[in-house]
């Protein structure tokens, strides 16, 4: 990590992606650690002392939940979205899960899935959902741009204007969609790379 760190610049980390793997479960699959492993919670730590962003999307309740008492910054989930039931293997979150984030002063990405929201204005009122739940302070946008598989209804940088539009729309004040739209992982990001 170090290595990584000092040679590549690392400076955002996320813990699982589509596989159980030695840090901790993940969202899409059965549990076998119970959340974060111990290894996990020494990395979190880690990250906190060189100032890499510690990113807890697809991990599991329990996961997140220990990231959050081990951690002494913010932690950022970068995609999902909220769902007040979500299915057993969802990538969606519960309101439970994302207070676990916001907690820690964190921030909240919200995936673009054309699925999920098919219209821009769709999107914006995912976001108010998540900001209802956790305040607009912990309300970002997770593109996740290159890594979706389906269609996406923000495929394009090029329409954030217009995401923008649909957040004015949607009720948040200029400065609201401002903080949704970058400063609010912006001062995430500051927190994390602010020296230990």
């Known amino acids: 990590m170090d290595d990584a760190w000092r040679r590549h610049g690392l400076r955002h ?9 030695e840090l901790g479960d993940i969202q899409t699959a059965p549990p076998v650690h119970r959340g974060l492993t111990d290894f996990g919670a020494e990395v979190i730590r ?21 990231a959050a008492a081990v951690t ?11 769902g007040a039931r979500p299915s057993r293997y969802s990538r969606a979150i519960t309101p439970e899960h994302a207070r ?23 999107m ?37 204007p217009l995401l923008a539009q649909a957040l004015r729309d949607a009720g948040f004040t200029r400065e609201e969609a401002g903080m949704i739209l970058g400063g609010n992982y912006a001062r995430v990001w500051a927190a994390s790379l602010a020296p230990a």
């Open 72 to 82: 002494a910054r913010p932690l950022v989930l970068s995609h999902t979205a909220l």
């Open 13 to 21: 980390l996320q813990l699982t992606h589509y596989r159980v793997n």
């Open 124 to 160: 914006a009122g995912g976001i108010r959902a998540m900001a209802d739940a956790v305040g607009v302070r912990h309300v970002g946008v997770g593109s996740d741009m290159l890594g979706l598989v389906g269609p996406s209804v923000l495929d394009s940088y090029r329409k954030l």
């Open 46 to 66: 880690r990250c906190n002392r060189l100032g890499i962003v510690v990113d807890v999307a697809h991990g599991t309740p329990d996961l997140v939940r220990r």
């Open 100 to 122: 676990l984030v916001a907690g820690t002063d964190g921030v909240i990405g919200i995936w673009p899935v054309a699925a999920t929201f098919p219209t821009l204005a769709a």
